[in-house]
């Protein structure tokens, strides 16, 4: 396992800084050096959550499908259950509504405990004294019922005034106002979709689940429809848990996004922090586009077909250069190098070519599939006036400072993180 040296840091800025690169490339760079704030920002659990749960476990006879799930929300964040079909989300959302019966786990709300599973512990809260809301995958709609009807169900011990007042809230909300006095069979799929979330929204659940609520729309209209589901939610600061298989879904809509992989939860974070830090070759492969190519330590940087891999820290120096310092592995110690779509530029200047091998058109960018000299695969994000065929050499320039490297033997990512930051500050103020 990793453990950094950080009495060589002086050392080794001297010993192992990486080589210059070309103009268009030192360009980028520079663009580069906003992101590490974000890309280290951390997601951890905070004592003062809104909403949290500790060690759940759910199963169904005798298969655990969640397995020691934890996280934890602040009041108004969005999170997002993604994984492969199976994995084990919807019961997850569903032992949080107290649908499921857990069989370990703590889970509280607003201070309040909903469940505990703990030692003699044994306590849970019934599912309608939770407040929390629902959207389902089907909607669940009433057929019988006009719009402003559906949106009113859940408002029973409310006043007729209060009643009539949020209905009328929750319709201009959700832009349905035109619509209040249809059935839900005359409006769209999105429309239907949007009457639903009115519905859950219109009680003020404490906490808000969404299973996969957008599964039966268009796949054009996922993402545009999410982007305005986050936007209601927002507005109306509800603090929310959605279920999906879909990443551009769980990127458009959530502040943390967990990533479950066969019942457990394999990183729970910002969709920056996944793509850029993922924990795991698991989460590095499932979330995003990227290939993770050979590698091996030499004195403390991988050597890899593009090149050496120098560890940069978060830390500039007083001329605000990066500063650098080893990969604290054995010699010879064999590594993966997750490299992302955009740590690839292409530059006709470069004297480093790779040959295109396919290339997808993503309307202002290609996806370039590039093969190296060694036969290794990687990928290139290149402007769409770049039009290279299939079969030419480009130039390229890795820019791989911002790599996360796995070890192989353990696949655990080794990145440049706050530890650097805090130990690199104390070393320069000694
Ligand atoms: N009521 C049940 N009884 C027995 N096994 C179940 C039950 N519900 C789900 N399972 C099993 O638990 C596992 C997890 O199911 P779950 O529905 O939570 O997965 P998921 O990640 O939401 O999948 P999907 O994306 O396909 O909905 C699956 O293997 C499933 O077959």
């Not at 997850?92 to 889970?107: D, N």
């Not at 290939?291 to 050496?308: F, K, N, P």
């Not at 480093?352 to 396919?358: E, R």
């Not at 202002?364 to 990687?378: E, F």
Request: proline share 4%; glycine share 8%.
């Amino acid at each position: 396992m990793y453990t950094e040296r950080f009495d060589d840091i002086t050392k080794q800025k001297s010993v192992s800084s990486p080589p210059a690169t070309t103009p268009k490339a030192q360009a980028e760079k520079e663009a580069r050096t906003s992101m590490p704030s974000e890309r280290a920002g951390s997601a951890t659990a905070s004592d003062a959550a809104y909403f949290s749960v500790q060690d759940l476990v759910v199963g169904y006879d005798d298969t655990i499908v969640v397995d020691g799930l934890s996280l934890s929300l602040q009041q108004g964040e969005i999170g997002c259950f993604l994984g492969y079909s199976g994995c084990g989300k919807t019961t997850a959302l569903r032992a949080i509504a107290g649908l499921e019966p857990t069989r370990q786990g703590v889970i509280t709300l607003r201070n309040k405990c909903l469940t505990e599973q703990k030692g003699k512990r044994n306590f849970s809260l019934a599912p309608a004294k939770r407040g929390m809301g629902m959207v389902f995958q089907d909607y669940a709609l009433f057929g019988h019922l006009s719009v402003a009807k559906n949106i009113a169900f859940g408002l029973g011990r409310w006043s007729a005034a209060d009643k009539k007042a949020r209905v009328k809230e929750m319709l201009e909300l959700v832009e349905l106002t035109e619509h209040a006095d249809k059935r839900p069979a005359e409006l769209s799929g999105g429309q239907q979709q949007r009457v639903a979330l009115a519905r859950a929204l219109a009680p003020k659940p404490k906490l808000l689940l969404l299973d996969e609520p957008f599964s039966n729309l268009d796949v054009v209209l996922r993402e545009s429809l999410a982007m305005s589901v986050r936007d209601i939610l927002k507005r109306t600061e509800t603090t929310a848990i959605l279920v999906t298989h879909d990443q551009n879904e769980a990127f458009a809509i959530a502040d943390k996004v967990g990533v479950m992989h066969e019942g457990k939860l394999v990183q729970w974070a910002s969709p920056s922090t996944l793509y850029h830090e993922p924990v795991s070759a698991f989460v590095a492969e499932f979330v995003g586009e990227g290939a993770l190519i050979d590698g091996v330590i030499h004195e403390g940087r991988v050597a890899t077909a593009l090149g050496d891999i120098y560890r940069r820290m978060e830390v500039l120096d007083a001329d605000n250069q990066p500063q650098y310092c080893r990969y604290d592995y054995p010699n010879g110690t064999r590594i993966k190098v997750l490299v992302r779509p955009d740590d690839i530029i292409h530059d006709d200047d470069s004297t480093q070519t790779a040959l295109v091998v396919g290339r997808v058109f993503r309307g202002a960018n290609y996806l370039y599939r590039l093969q190296l000299d060694d036969g290794q695969i990687v990928f290139a994000l290149v402007a769409s006036h770049h039009n290279h065929p299939i079969g030419s050499r480009i130039g390229i320039v890795p820019m791989l400072e911002h790599v996360v490297v796995f070890d192989e033997a353990n696949i655990n990512a080794t990145t440049w993180s706050e530890q650097d930051k805090s130990s690199a500050l104390a070393a320069q103020k000694q």
